[in-house]
């Protein structure tokens, strides 16, 4: 059975067992700065920040850049609550703006009818891992004169033009949550080249706390018993049991509830801890094979799609993406997802424009405003793609889905 997540390896829970057992070591050292310095030489720019979450740093981001009261962001939807929560965290609106149908990147057109004079920036969404048309939008930024920040929490190792996403922009903002590319199961990262914008967002990291001994620990447990319990042949039945159990969970939720509603939770600038630094500079290592992995799982999806008489779009030549899921646009997602259910847990991201917000009108969403992300949101399956998954998997999910697929996001 196909899973979510699946990132993590028995080496990476041996190295997180070790810093259980040895507890000195789990919130300070060496690891933060190496990790730090692996992931900007990864990026390709000199400055790289690690925050105890993507968010975060995109909070720290819109700090230094001094957005605040009255300035307006233009945001893309459908994304996570928690993007949007950071503009308005700092007294700055977002401004949701449309995807486009075809790739569920944001609408330049449409950004352009809502940019107003107190826009101040633009914060470009790689959704699912696959580039934006940057070339656009980095020319759509400097003709309204908006700082460019590149949301790429789902695109670690996606390039354009040969160039890895995250050094485009003024800014870039990562994560490695436990369903992301790598997984620290929190954690995040700020990329920049820019050295004055690097002071101000290294002061804003050493003004943030450094997170509670007991919380790295259950973070590390966490990431211990998601690969145990993740492993293919029993993870139908762990998943059930963990569902009987209900809420709430003994292990950390990534989203609070006070996330979903809109509101901050206490204790939100926090650091990314040593421990975690150590986790994520091991996988940062993989990353290559990582990846490699994860386009001959989409090329076996797009293969056996095909063979079923469903052709997902090509992907553009200049864009590279590095799918930490691979996005399908079906009929019917309750059915697909029932087809589906006894052969892998598919995603479903962006179920809401706002996704995993108690409602989008709490994040200051309009109903109507951006009807095409809203049709996308009732429509989007995600497959899994990570190096878990089997040739076996990749067939018999793709043949359950094909016949109520409709085109690839």
């Known amino acids: 059975m196909a899973l979510l997540g699946g990132t993590t390896s028995l080496a990476d829970c041996l190295t997180a067992a070790g810093y259980l057992a040895f507890p000195p070591r789990l919130i300070r050292g060496r690891a ?23 968010r975060v740093g995109l909070y720290g981001v819109l700090h230094a850049l001094g957005i605040g009261p009255g300035d307006e962001v233009l945001l893309q939807v459908p994304t996570h609550i928690v993007v949007a929560n950071a503009i308005r965290y700092v007294g700055a609106c977002p401004i949701y703006v ?81 369903t992301k590319t790598i997984s620290t199961t929190m954690g995040g990262m700020v990329t920049t080249a820019d ?105 076996g999806y797009r293969d056996h799609l095909a063979r079923d008489g469903f052709e997902p779009a090509p992907m553009p030549s200049p864009r590279e993406p590095a799918y930490v899921r691979f996005p399908l646009v079906v009929h019917d997602r309750p059915a697909a997802l029932r087809r589906a259910a006894p052969l892998a847990v598919l995603g479903a991201w962006f179920t809401s424009v706002l996704e995993e917000s108690a409602s989008p009108e709490q994040g200051g969403y309009v109903p109507g405003s951006c009807p095409t992300a809203e049709a996308a949101s009732e429509h989007l399956v995600n497959l899994p793609t990570h190096p878990r998954v089997r040739p076996g998997d990749v067939e018999a999910i793709a043949s359950a889905l094909a016949p109520s697929s409709r085109g690839r996001a």
């Not at 730090?36 to 790289?48: K, L, T």
């Open 32 to 54: 933060v700065a190496e990790y730090e310095r692996a992931f900007a030489r990864e990026i390709g720019v000199e400055y790289a920040f690690s925050f105890a979450s993507g």
């Open 98 to 178: 449309d995807c486009t149908p075809d790739s569920i990147e944001m609408d330049l057109q449409d950004a352009g009818r809502k940019v107003g004079d107190r826009t101040r920036a633009l914060i470009l969404q790689h959704t699912f891992g696959i580039p934006c048309d940057l070339d656009h939008a980095v020319a759509f930024a400097r003709r309204h004169d908006l700082e460019l920040i590149e949301d790429c929490v789902h695109a670690l190792g996606a390039r354009y033009e040969g160039r890895p996403v995250g050094s485009f922009g003024r800014a870039g903002f990562f994560s490695t949550e436990e």
């Open 195 to 299: 050295a004055g914008l690097a002071a101000s967002v290294r002061e804003f990291q050493r003004r943030c706390a450094w997170p509670p001994r007991g919380l790295v620990a259950r973070y590390l447990l966490k990431l211990i018993v998601y690969h145990l319990l993740t492993e293919p042949h029993i993870h139908y039945y762990a998943r059930r049991l963990y569902e009987a159990l209900g809420r709430p969970q003994p292990l950390p939720e990534p989203t609070t509830a006070e996330e979903a509603r809109g509101e901050r939770p206490p204790g939100y600038e926090r650091r990314l801890a040593n421990a975690q630094a150590a986790l994520g500079l091991r996988q940062l290592r993989r990353l290559r094979q990582n990846l490699r992995r994860r386009e001959a799982v989409v090329a």
